[in-house]
């Protein structure tokens, strides 16, 4: 069992910027890909970003590109995404999640084995 907690969310202007932050704390020695996900009223959820195991590949939404930034603790399973230059479209519930098995697809939902409780990004204009 992996428990994933978000952290970082509230409210900002466009423009400005929020950094998010994910741990994931389950049996020692693992490492996990994580990922974000965001979902907005009346949408479905859809991906935002992703890290691998080790750090040595990102991925990100085409949405997101060059805006946002997703890094990972050294040695522990805590992931970090830095938004900036958030716009009003970037509100949602930011959700993390951790891929344990695998070879995942980061860039799909299917392939996370566990999900936090989401943390609210809110941009206003």
């Known amino acids: 069992q992996v428990h994933v907690v978000e952290s970082g969310g509230g409210l900002v202007q466009a423009g400005g910027s929020l950094r998010l932050s994910c741990s994931a704390s389950?049996?020692?020695?693992?490492?996990?890909?994580m990922g974000w996900f965001r979902q907005a009223p009346g949408k479905e959820r859809e991906f935002v970003s992703a890290?691998?195991?080790?750090?040595?590949?990102?991925y990100y939404a085409d949405s997101v590109k060059g805006r946002f930034t997703i890094s990972r603790a050294d040695a522990e399973n805590t992931a970090y995404l830095q938004m900036n230059n958030v716009k009003p479209d970037d509100t949602a519930v930011y959700y993390c999640?951790?891929?344990?098995?695998?070879?995942?697809?980061?860039?799909?939902?299917?392939?996370?084995?566990?999900w936090g409780q989401g943390t609210q990004v809110t941009v206003s204009s």
């Open positions: 999640a951790v891929a344990v098995f695998g070879p995942p697809i980061l860039v799909e939902a299917r392939s996370y084995d566990y």
């Open positions: 890290i691998t195991w080790n750090g040595d590949r990102t």
């Open positions: 389950g049996p020692p020695g693992g490492r996990y890909g």
